[in-house]
């Protein structure tokens, strides 16, 4: 457990704040895109970064409201209303609540390294080209003089924010980037763009309501599609930024009690009024950068957001947006694995190609479909390599037999060089395939050997099969006759075969 020392409290305390200050935009932001009111983002910020900092299962990570999850839920509001779409966040929590019962969260762990640099590469793009929007007003690229003053301001902010460690580390330093851009350009009497511009954030408590929505057939088959896209695409994010967390801070976050931590934000923050959310990888980095790996620094997040809502709106919507964009733009650099291009040449072609495609696909469309692309094209890659691998060398035992002793991974994809290695018309009248060196993967590995000792059967020749599984045994169906058994000398491994239940 996190020791509660003086250090401790001011570390994650004023990331909490600084963090808290970074949501504000977004949480609107994402609201707009959704088509729902500012504080409805706004109370999903609150709620779903509690819970999940409370009792998820990776401290310092921060979650909130998405703008991956808002693109899936505008076309619900806009056809159906912002009642079907608590709703839907209702059953998408239930549905994460599962997957965590399921525990399906360990599967994290089995995406690859490539799809992982994409994943992050391409998260910091689109935060960083969302950023474009808050240059434009009523739709229209700003003016010269205003673009200027914007642009100068966040040049000032991102400034700020690289110096300050240079001169101290026991203030956050997007911290003090946002209170120098704002104190200045109060005293300077800047005019930019502010955080009030995007809409107000001064409201009350959340309360707590049941979806007016009728609860029959007809509502689930209009949500339950959402619902099934959101939880998928909330887990995969949150998912994937507490495995970058995990190798920032070189500690090990539990995935499951992540995907129930959220699955029960989610369906609070429904009923109270909220869009839902799940882990944001720019304010978790914020964060993270910070030093505040604790609890707190999320609970403290929620509570200062709150606390804005309820005292202090006037003050917050003061803060020059451009200096929240700075601070952005400084998580974008931070983010980027800009290692990469140094990988290009080094790494295997395949692996730079699955980055690339993850990260543009991330850009271009959703993180879940980037990543399902990423791991199944990181699949066949690994499928074609082991397929390549299968080899065998040939000798001649004691009895004259020849013998072909196997090396490598025997399954659908090595299946077709498997058959080239054998010349049963040249061979000799007996002869024996020796898998001590080889695994036997799946059920087409089965039926090539099947199909092999029918050819050597069909010459009148006799096929002698050693070192098999017990898997490999049973399975087998016209070669049978052929095994050799040693019970002492033969492999025990798992084949992936229904017929095995």
Same mark, same amino acid.
């Given at each position: =457990?996190q020791?509660?020392?003086?250090?401790?409290?001011?570390?994650?305390?004023?990331s909490?704040?600084?963090?808290?200050?970074a949501?504000?935009?977004?949480?609107?932001a994402f609201?707009?895109?959704?088509?729902?009111?500012?504080?409805?983002?706004?109370?999903?910020?609150?709620?779903?970064?509690?819970?999940t900092?409370?009792f998820?299962?990776?401290?310092?990570m921060?979650? $909130?409201?998405?703008g991956a999850?808002?693109?899936?839920?505008?076309?619900?509001? %806009?056809?159906?209303?912002v009642q079907?779409l608590?709703?839907?966040?209702?059953?998408?929590?239930?549905?994460?609540?599962?997957?965590a019962?399921?525990?399906?969260?360990?599967?994290?762990?089995?995406?690859?390294?490539?799809?992982?640099?994409?994943?992050?590469? $391409?998260?910091?793009?689109?935060?960083?080209?969302?950023?474009?929007?808050h240059?434009?007003?009523?739709g &229209?690229?700003?003016? +010269?003089?205003?673009?200027?003053?914007?642009l100068?301001? %966040?040049?000032?902010? =991102?400034?700020?924010?690289?110096?300050?460690?240079?001169?101290?580390?026991?203030?956050?330093?997007?911290?003090?980037?946002?209170?120098?851009?704002?104190?200045?350009?109060?005293?300077?009497?800047?005019?930019?763009?502010?955080?009030?511009?995007l809409?107000?954030?001064?409201?009350?408590?959340?309360?707590f309501?049941?979806p007016?929505?009728?609860?029959?057939? &007809?509502?689930?088959k209009?949500?339950f599609?959402?619902?099934l @896209?959101?939880?998928?695409v909330?887990?995969i994010?949150?998912l994937?930024?507490?495995?970058l @967390? +995990?190798?920032?801070?070189?500690?090990r976050?539990?995935?499951?009690? &992540? /995907?129930?931590?959220?699955?029960?934000?989610n369906?609070?923050?429904?009923?109270?009024?909220?869009?839902?959310?799940?882990? =944001?990888?720019?304010?978790?980095m914020?964060?993270?950068?910070n030093?505040?790996?604790?609890?707190?620094?999320?609970?403290?997040?929620?509570?200062?957001?709150?606390?804005?809502i309820?005292?202090?709106?006037?003050?917050?919507?003061?803060?020059?947006?451009?200096a929240?964009?700075?601070?952005?733009?400084?998580? /974008?650099?931070?983010?980027?694995e800009?290692?990469?291009?140094?990988?290009?040449?080094?790494v295997?072609?395949?692996?730079?190609? @699955?980055v @690339?495609?993850?990260?543009a696909?991330?850009l %271009?469309?959703?993180?879940?479909?980037?990543?399902?692309?990423?791991?199944?094209?990181?699949a066949?890659?690994?499928a074609?390599?082991?397929?390549?691998?299968?080899?065998?060398?040939?000798s001649q035992d004691?009895?004259g037999?020849k013998?072909?002793?196997?090396?490598g991974?025997?399954?659908?994809?090595?299946?077709a060089?498997f058959?080239?290695?054998f010349a049963?018309?040249?061979?000799?009248?007996?002869?024996?395939? &020796?898998?001590?060196?080889?695994?036997v993967?799946?059920?087409?590995?089965?039926?090539a050997?099947?199909?092999?000792? +029918?050819k050597y059967r069909?010459?009148?020749?006799?096929?002698?099969?050693?070192?098999?599984?017990?898997?490999c045994?049973?399975?087998?169906?016209k070669?049978?006759? =052929?095994?050799? %058994?040693n019970?002492?000398?033969?492999p025990?491994?798992?084949?992936?075969? +229904?017929?095995?239940?």
């Amino acid at each position: =457990m996190q020791s509660v020392s003086p250090a401790y409290l001011k570390t994650n305390l004023l990331s909490g704040l600084t963090v808290a200050l970074a949501l504000v935009p977004e949480a609107i932001a994402f609201a707009l895109v959704a088509h729902v009111s500012p504080l409805t983002g706004l109370y999903a910020a609150v709620l779903v970064s509690f819970i999940t900092s409370a009792f998820g299962g990776r401290p310092g990570m921060i979650s $909130g409201a998405a703008g991956a999850l808002a693109v899936v839920m505008v076309a619900l509001v %806009v056809e159906h209303g912002v009642q079907y779409l608590f709703a839907a966040i209702v059953l998408m929590g239930l549905l994460q609540i599962l997957f965590a019962v399921a525990r399906l969260g360990k599967f994290i762990r089995m995406v690859p390294y490539p799809v992982m640099l994409g994943f992050v590469n $391409g998260l910091a793009l689109v935060i960083f080209i969302a950023q474009f929007g808050h240059f434009k007003s009523n739709g &229209e690229w700003m003016q +010269d003089g205003q673009l200027f003053t914007m642009l100068g301001l %966040v040049a000032a902010t =991102m400034a700020v924010i690289y110096i300050t460690p240079r001169i101290t580390k026991a203030v956050p330093a997007t911290l003090v980037g946002i209170l120098v851009v704002t104190v200045g350009a109060a005293l300077l009497g800047i005019e930019s763009k502010t955080v009030g511009e995007l809409g107000s954030i001064a409201g009350g408590l959340p309360s707590f309501a049941i979806p007016d929505v009728p609860f029959n057939w &007809e509502t689930f088959k209009i949500v339950f599609p959402y619902s099934l @896209v959101l939880a998928g695409v909330g887990l995969i994010e949150s998912l994937l930024t507490l495995t970058l @967390v +995990d190798e920032i801070t070189e500690t090990r976050g539990q995935p499951n009690r &992540e /995907c129930m931590a959220q699955g029960a934000a989610n369906v609070v923050t429904a009923f109270f009024g909220g869009m839902g959310g799940c882990a =944001m990888i720019g304010q978790s980095m914020i964060n993270v950068n910070n030093g505040a790996y604790g609890r707190l620094s999320g609970i403290s997040a929620s509570l200062f957001l709150l606390s804005f809502i309820l005292f202090g709106s006037g003050w917050i919507e003061q803060i020059p947006l451009a200096a929240l964009i700075g601070v952005m733009f400084v998580v /974008c650099e931070k983010t980027f694995e800009w290692g990469t291009f140094r990988m290009v040449g080094k790494v295997p072609r395949a692996d730079t190609l @699955v980055v @690339v495609l993850v990260a543009a696909i991330t850009l %271009v469309f959703d993180l879940a479909i980037a990543v399902l692309v990423g791991v199944i094209v990181s699949a066949l890659v690994f499928a074609w390599q082991h397929a390549k691998q299968i080899a065998v060398t040939t000798s001649q035992d004691a009895q004259g037999w020849k013998v072909y002793e196997l090396q490598g991974t025997l399954f659908f994809a090595s299946v077709a060089n498997f058959n080239e290695l054998f010349a049963p018309k040249d061979d000799p009248q007996d002869v024996v395939v &020796e898998f001590r060196n080889a695994r036997v993967v799946d059920h087409s590995a089965i039926q090539a050997i099947d199909a092999l000792a +029918d050819k050597y059967r069909a010459l009148g020749k006799r096929l002698h099969l050693r070192h098999l599984s017990p898997d490999c045994r049973e399975l087998l169906g016209k070669a049978q006759d =052929m095994i050799e %058994v040693n019970v002492l000398e033969d492999p025990r491994y798992r084949v992936a075969d +229904d017929k095995l239940g």
